[in-house]
């Protein structure tokens, strides 16, 4: 039987286009909520604590919307096999979606009902984006299911503490879910970073190397292990010093001077850095010299957002038929978020008592960044690919 029409609208012709939509505007919402949480000027009923539900909605709402929009458009390319379109797609946002409203009726529905509501959509989500690649045996890219079956975990962790079925897991979840989604990140950049940069600059050579990518990923998995297991001091800092290098060595490979005139690339390099900036933080923080929630906002802030406003930016043209060019404005956001990266993570360090004010700067230019792309990408996001395929 045929879809109804309104899933055949090209908001749900492919899965970057709905997924990428709700991140715009769930990176806006949550945090124009959490700040006024934050400061004192909303008080909600909530599932969660106020420290968990920011990171659990930027990690597992925020960051995994980003994701399933890119595996589920990223596994058609890979397979040649379709994956979630129209209504079924639908039903994955709107699973999404609930994840995101429930909580705020704690008290109405049952904690049980929420949980199971929010733990849903990540293994909805494997199921599909496991077909495709089961149907073709391309068994590399089970990493992928096996890395959302963590985000699961991680998830599952944090929901088994707020209905009391285990004690202190939800920061344990909360820590898996980072290390899962920037070794995902880690994944990822092997295979389209030397492509992107190769597409974007004609004529250049990005240099692969399955060894470094190998051991990139492997000592960031180590240094998120011994967090895990709450193992610090020279051990951590050492480990994360040596993931810090190796991630540089991996990332000079691609690097050329020319990615400094072509912001979609500039943005995805620097995103990289934020995560290298990272791994040196844990060593400061391992000897007690930093916060460790700056570490953890290098990461978030830095790598997981910066990374993901570009490559929303990239795949959203390139699977439009779009040129792979920004506009400025564009360019601007992507400025901007660095600058809230930059707020959050570094300027604590050298101005502690302006704290405050510096994530209030940092979550203003966080802001300006997604309203600008939620305002250029809109249409691109809703309207059918100007080359007239599919997608």
Not at 1 to 6: C, E
Not at 335 to 341: G, K, P
Not at 349 to 378: G, N, Q, R
Request: charged share 10%; net charge positive.
């Amino acid at each position: 039987m045929k879809s109804p029409a309104i899933f055949d609208y090209p908001l749900f012709a492919l899965g970057f286009r709905a997924f990428f939509g709700l991140a715009g505007l769930s990176a806006l919402l949550l945090i124009v909520l959490w700040n006024a949480i934050f400061k004192g000027e909303l008080t909600l009923d909530n599932y969660f604590a106020n420290t968990y539900w920011h990171a659990h909605e930027m990690l597992l709402g925020y960051s995994v919307a980003v994701i399933a929009g890119f595996l589920l458009t990223a596994v058609r390319n890979w397979t040649g096999r379709p994956t979630s379109t129209g209504d079924q797609l639908a039903g994955l946002c709107l699973l999404w979606l609930y994840g995101r409203i429930v909580p705020f009726y704690a008290g109405l529905l049952p904690d049980a009902l929420i949980a199971l509501i929010d733990f849903s959509f990540l293994p909805a989500l494997a199921y599909q984006v496991s077909k495709p690649i089961l149907q073709v045996r391309q068994y590399r890219n089970l990493i992928f299911i096996g890395l959302l079956l963590l985000l699961t975990l991680g998830n599952g962790l944090m929901h088994a503490e707020v209905l009391g079925l285990m004690s202190g897991s939800a920061w344990l979840g909360i820590q898996i879910v980072v290390a899962t989604i920037i070794i995902m990140i880690l994944v990822i950049a092997g295979r389209v970073f030397p492509f992107f940069t190769e597409r974007g600059l004609p004529g250049t050579l990005a240099l692969r190397n399955p060894v470094m990518d190998a051991l990139s990923i492997g000592m960031a998995a180590l240094v998120f292990g011994l967090q895990l297991f709450n193992i610090s001091g020279a051990v951590l800092a050492s480990t994360a010093v040596l993931a810090a290098v190796i991630n540089i060595a991996r990332v000079s490979g691609w690097y050329v001077r020319r990615i400094w005139y072509v912001p979609l690339l500039w943005v995805l390099y620097i995103g990289y850095g934020w995560i290298i900036l990272g791994f040196v933080l844990m060593a400061f923080s391992a000897y007690g010299l930093v916060a460790p929630t700056l570490a953890l906002h290098a990461f978030t802030v830095g790598g997981i957002g910066v990374l993901t406003l570009g490559m929303m930016a990239r795949v959203s043209l390139g699977h439009t038929g779009r040129a792979l060019r920004i506009s400025n404005a564009m360019a601007i956001g992507f400025v901007l978020i660095n600058l809230a990266a930059l707020f959050r993570v570094l300027l604590p360090i050298v101005l502690p008592d302006w704290y405050d004010i510096l994530v209030y700067i940092s979550t203003l230019a966080w802001l300006a960044a997604f309203s600008l792309f939620v305002f250029v990408y809109a249409p691109i996001l809703t309207t059918v690919r100007i080359d007239g395929q599919e997608g």
